[in-house]
């Protein structure tokens, strides 16, 4: 029997996760955090109103290049694309001017974990409204300084009040989990969560394609959805 194209990377794809880790099992887990994770758990918060929380810890390491360490100092969230103001933020400006915005939320990897973390950031629809909106956009897309990248609807970023978080269970981003900002995508496969995120662009494109979309991945992400 012979299988066309589509079938094959399809196939390819589905061994890749499996090979990864597609089923949970703590035990294959590879070891955990260095020394700068791991210290975080003496202060990080366990609990949020009565329900338990993941720990900072309970991540497995699947990014592109590994974890990306950012100099803050010099760091500047561009929002570009279609907006009248073209923003350059300092993180400093990000974190203090910013309404703070908190919000429990769990993030399903298509490799079969899960964690549940109290996440606080700045909502990513109070950044665009400072940069100004043009109302032909329709999708904003999210880069990272690792060279990933993934697209989301405009109205999905807006109702849905998503985060750009800076902070998990009360502690700042270390870099392994994506310092300075990592995306907050509800509802959506992990991969839509970009991890060190250094520039949003509001786009009319909704047929952006980021890394995983382009090798097949579902566009929407949504987790109700198979995301092949």
Not at 136 to 159: H, K, M, Q, R, W
Request: one cysteine or more; glycine letters at 8%; charged letters at 25%.
């Amino acid at each position: 029997m012979r299988m066309n194209p589509s079938g094959i990377i399809g196939l390819i794809l589905i061994l890749t996760t499996l090979l990864s880790g597609c089923v949970f099992n703590p035990e294959l887990l590879p070891e955990r955090d260095d020394a700068n994770v791991t210290a975080l758990t003496s202060v990080e918060i366990r609990e949020h109103q009565g329900e338990r929380l993941s720990s900072i810890t309970d991540f497995r390491e699947n990014s592109l290049e590994g974890p990306q360490y950012i100099n803050q100092s010099a760091y500047l969230l561009e929002i570009n694309g279609l907006v009248s103001h073209p923003l350059l933020l300092p993180y400093e400006k990000v974190i203090t001017e910013c309404p703070p915005f908190q919000k429990k939320v769990t993030l399903f990897c298509v490799e079969g974990w899960e964690v549940t973390i109290l996440w606080e950031g700045v909502r990513v629809k109070d950044l665009l409204n400072e940069a100004g909106v043009n109302p032909a956009a329709n999708t904003v897309i999210f880069y990272a300084a690792d060279g990933y990248s993934t697209a989301l609807p405009l109205d999905y970023i807006e109702d849905r009040d998503i985060l750009l978080a800076y902070s998990m269970n009360g502690v700042t981003l270390p870099a392994e989990r994506g310092f300075p900002f990592q995306l907050v995508a509800e509802d959506r496969w992990g991969y839509k969560w970009t991890k060190w995120v250094t520039r949003i662009e509001v786009s009319d494109d909704p047929s952006y394609r980021g890394y995983w979309e382009k090798r097949g991945f579902s566009q929407s992400g949504e987790r109700e959805r198979d995301f092949l």
